[in-house]
């Protein structure tokens, strides 16, 4: 009792006497020394969303290491040339904005949204613009960036469509390919990495609009989707 009193008499001389209501509490300023190691996410991911995973098959680690090679690859091949981004929502938001914080060459982003599967977890094969460019393409050269590509038809789609506007180059950079899913032939240019033939969640990926922030991949418990 002794203890909590003296607590809270010391708290409010600290604040002037004023209970301030928590978006006023004091922030991290953004003028105090950087770190440049993002912090751990282990502790925050424990329990929660996490408890719906039967287990990760790429970590945030992996994902991160692996999308720096790729963005320095990238940034290798088209310097000097007039580079438009072009991230598929939604499920490419986390992998568009880490790849291009690793690439330190002049780029332009823009993004289309697409109509994915819903709430199922098989391709329609049906593809709808929800969103298009805010931008022209004609003349430029177009990376596409895809979190997953499965059967391969909303990559087919987009390159179909973006095509005829006449872009200098148009190549497809993704994070997971599922080969074994494919039903059309795509041709893509920078691949994070091989995905099994599995539903996978995680780092923009969604299971009927879940889990997309989650920092790591991994495959959904069955008893989720059945
Ligand atoms: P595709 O047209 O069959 O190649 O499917 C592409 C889209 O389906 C991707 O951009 C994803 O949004 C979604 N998708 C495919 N496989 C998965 C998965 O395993 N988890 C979550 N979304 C997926
Ligand atoms: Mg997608």
Request: proline share 4%; glycine share 8%; net charge negative.
């Amino acid at each position: 009792m002794l203890a909590a009193s003296m607590d809270t008499q010391g708290q409010s001389q600290a604040n002037g006497g004023v209970n301030r209501p928590k978006q006023q509490q004091q922030q991290p300023s953004a003028s105090e020394p950087a770190e440049m190691e993002p912090a751990s996410h282990e502790e925050t991911w424990r329990g929660g969303i996490s408890e719906d995973i039967e287990r990760v098959i790429l970590s945030a680690q992996q994902i991160q290491r692996r999308v720096a090679e790729l963005g320095q690859q990238i940034a290798e091949d088209y310097r000097g040339r007039d580079l438009l981004v072009v991230g598929v929502l939604c499920g490419s938001f986390p992998f568009i904005a880490d790849l291009v914080r690793t690439m330190n060459l002049p780029l332009a982003i823009d993004f289309m949204a697409v109509s994915s599967y819903g709430n199922r977890t098989s391709s329609s094969g049906v593809v709808r613009i929800l969103k298009d460019l805010n931008s022209s393409i004609a003349g430029r050269h177009v990376l596409l960036v895809e979190d997953i590509v499965d059967s391969g038809q909303t990559l087919r789609y987009l390159v179909d469509n973006l095509q005829t506007r006449r872009p200098a180059s148009l190549e497809i950079c993704t994070l997971l390919d599922k080969q074994e899913a494919r039903t059309v032939d795509i041709n893509t240019l920078y691949v994070g990495f091989d995905c099994p033939n599995e539903f996978v969640v995680g780092y923009g990926l969604d299971y009927a609009g879940s889990y997309r922030n989650l920092p790591y991949i991994g495959v959904l418990k069955p008893a989720i989707y059945q």
